[in-house]
């Protein structure tokens, strides 16, 4: 029997996750993509957004998982079943795409770290070199904070964007180690760079190992704008479009090897004290990635 257990891809920031949904938003008879399901629950941890998180529905028994948290129901919307236009007989798999920083906040010493929760979902993870991951994060947060200047939103309103804490690759190494441990499962891991070089190589066997029948269309796509990757980072109403900031790349791209090149700028010197603490949670992910 196949496995048709929801793929989850594990990243960190600017690791080039958005992308890495176009392959599976090509095949939308066999897959239904799920773009960062976690991340309004971790905004409002951010936020101290009680409000938010005390309307989220605790689960209910017959759910596939019981256990009470505010993640737990956002985990079970992703296994719900779901079929191609209703019809029962063509299932479709559920393809999601988040950070793991915000699972690996809130699964800290509870169940959401058991065996059996994990074993409901076969895990991957993508990583990007910090020295081009973090600086486009800090790129991204700055024109980011440029936009909440320009439409005068409130210092309330806002929130830290960039810092050491927020970068993600130290948490997606823990949750990596965590899922390899707990599960024994073998682990599709890949690197942007490769991606990015030789997609179709990196892409079969990505494919291979989550029991997809890779097909030639998944390397292909047109450049448009995915409804789906709206971004809002403050409950105000009119917030400025980040769209472009976040996701213009992403939008324009056509294949893993169209991604455009971003613009240099000059960096403060801690940025590259954040690539620095970065690089050997990095390198020690690379030595599990898929070598092609």
Known sequence: MTDQRPIILWAHARSLSTVFERPFLQLRQEFHVIHEPFVPIGLAYQANNFEFLDNIQPPKPTDPITFAHH???????????????????????AFVKDLAITFYHASQGNQLQSKEILLKFKHTFLIRNPEKSVKSYYRAANDTYKAWDEADVPDSKRIEIFSADHIGIKELRAIYDLIKNVTEEEIALVDADDLVREPEKVLRKYCEMVGVEFKKEMLAWKAEKIKRWDLKLTDMHHEPDLY?????????????????????????????????????????????????
């Open 244 to 292: 472009n900031i976040w996701h213009r790349n992403a939008s324009q791209s056509t294949g893993f090897n169209s991604v455009s090149h971003e613009k240099e700028i000059e960096y403060p010197q801690y940025v590259y004290d954040i690539i620095a603490e970065n690089v050997p949670h990095y390198e020690y992910l690379r030595q599990h990635k898929i070598n092609v």
């Open 71 to 93: 993640l737990t129901p956002t985990l079970n919307e992703i296994l719900k079943p779901r079929y191609y236009n209703g019809d029962e007989t063509k299932p479709l798999r």
